[in-house]
Nanobody, 114 residues
């Protein structure tokens, strides 16, 4: 089993920045990919970014240039730096890990005011 705990969400004005963190614990040796998804009200969950254990990154095309994913393997933590935030970035952001199965965090709310 893998447990994921997110932190760093909150309320920010448009144009501001936030950094989300996701700490993994448990059977972390099985994890080969971690990342972030988000879900806005009334919309399906969508990919934000992923990063492999080797450091290969993948982003949603619409978010390239504003969001940056990174990971600290020593801390078993993945980060999402979000810059130039827009009201349409408002969503619950979920941490995701892929090992022998998929794992999800509980989600953290990000609200961007105009």
């Amino acid at each position: 089993q893998v447990q994921l705990v997110e932190s760093g969400g909150g309320l920010v004005q448009a144009g501001g920045s936030l950094r989300l963190s996701c700490a993994a614990s448990g059977s972390i040796r099985s994890i080969n990919l971690m990342g972030w998804y988000r879900q806005a009200p009334g919309k399906p969950r969508e990919l934000v970014a992923t990063i492999t254990s080797g450091g290969s990154m993948n982003y949603a095309d619409s978010l390239k240039g504003r969001f940056t994913i990174s990971r600290d393997n020593a801390k078993n933590t993945v980060y999402l730096q979000m810059n130039s935030l827009k009201p349409e970035d408002t969503a619950v952001y979920y941490c995701y890990a892929l090992g022998v199965r998929s794992y999800w965090g509980q989600g953290t709310q990000v609200t961007v005011s105009s």
